[in-house]
């Protein structure tokens, strides 16, 4: 089973932030929390990926809780090209394996 | 970042036949490679885990007899679907652990379509 939840849509305007939540109360000390998006009949594409600190590149923002029990990836200024279904992803240690989860379908308006 | 190919892009098969698809790693090695499934406005479920010169380890319910993995070189792993089904068409995407924190890339999958 899926080790995250999602909401399972949102939607955002053109030109603002999108905040995705992910909850991942089971996540163990060494577990990575991965960010993937799917556009519509792709393979998922990697955004982002942390452990326990904030992290930023260039496609988005990840914050994690202290407790580490939630997150949430937070696109800065969405355009109509981000929307897709945005997994979040808790990473099986030992096996690398992904369980993947409903993800969120974002809608970005124009 | 690291870039995955799948072939072929789509396939049309009749039902009873069997349907190999490719998944390389093109620009880098890959031990690991995973194979998922995708239903339509479903989530990609995994199907079995591939690693290169050993015999794949398949998840819950996934009949390996049926679906037959091959890891022959370290940017090559294959899944062929044997005596396929209208059930068994699908989206199929493959991803290999690559990059500086082993993370997954996903290669553009397979639809399937069996007739």
Same mark, same amino acid.
Request: aromatic content about 10%; overall charge neutral; hydrophobic content about 30%.
């Given at each position: 089973?899926?080790?995250?939840?999602?909401?399972?849509?949102?939607?955002?305007?053109?030109? &603002?932030?999108?905040?995705?939540?992910?909850?991942?109360?089971?996540?163990?000390?060494?577990?990575?929390?991965?960010?993937? &998006?799917?556009?519509?009949?792709?393979?998922?594409?990697?955004?982002?990926?942390?452990?326990?600190?904030?992290?930023?590149?260039?496609?988005?923002?990840?914050?994690?809780?202290?407790?580490?029990?939630?997150?949430?990836?937070?696109?800065?200024?969405?355009?109509?090209?981000?929307?897709?279904?945005?997994?979040?992803?808790?990473?099986?240690?030992?096996?690398?394996?992904?369980?993947?989860?409903?993800?969120?379908?974002?809608?970005?308006?124009? | 970042?690291?870039?995955?190919?799948?072939?072929?892009?789509?396939?049309?098969?009749?039902?009873?036949?069997?349907?190999?698809?490719?998944?390389?790693?093109?620009?880098?090695?890959?031990?690991?490679?995973?194979?998922?499934?995708?239903?339509?406005?479903?989530?990609?479920?995994?199907?079995?885990?591939?690693?290169?010169?050993?015999?794949?380890?398949?998840?819950?319910?996934?009949?390996?007899?049926?679906?037959?993995?091959?890891?022959?070189?370290?940017?090559?792993?294959?899944?062929?679907?044997?005596?396929?089904?209208?059930?068994?068409?699908?989206?199929?995407?493959?991803?290999?652990?690559?990059?500086?924190?082993?993370?997954?890339?996903?290669?553009?999958?397979?639809?399937?379509?069996?007739?």
């Amino acid at each position: 089973d899926a080790k995250t939840t999602q909401p399972p849509s949102m939607d955002c305007a053109e030109g &603002r932030a999108a905040n995705l939540p992910c909850n991942h109360s089971t996540i163990s000390g060494n577990e990575y929390v991965y960010w993937y &998006r799917q556009i519509h009949s792709q393979g998922p594409q990697y955004i982002i990926h942390g452990l326990k600190n904030n992290e930023t590149n260039e496609m988005a923002s990840l914050i994690i809780t202290e407790d580490r029990k939630s997150s949430t990836l937070i696109l800065p200024h969405a355009t109509l090209r981000d929307t897709a279904v945005y997994y979040c992803i808790v990473r099986d240690s030992g096996t690398y394996k992904y369980i993947f989860g409903t993800g969120t379908r974002l809608k970005v308006l124009a | 970042g690291a870039v995955v190919s799948q072939h072929p892009s789509w396939v049309i098969c009749k039902s009873g036949t069997s349907v190999k698809i490719e998944c390389r790693s093109l620009d880098f090695q890959a031990t690991t490679m995973f194979w998922y499934r995708q239903f339509p406005k479903q989530s990609l479920m995994l199907m079995a885990t591939s690693n290169e010169g050993s015999k794949a380890t398949y998840e819950q319910g996934v009949e390996k007899d049926k679906f037959l993995i091959n890891h022959a070189s370290l940017t090559l792993s294959t899944l062929t679907v044997t005596s396929a089904h209208p059930e068994d068409s699908s989206f199929y995407i493959c991803s290999a652990i690559a990059g500086r924190w082993d993370e997954q890339y996903f290669g553009p999958g397979t639809r399937l379509t069996v007739t």
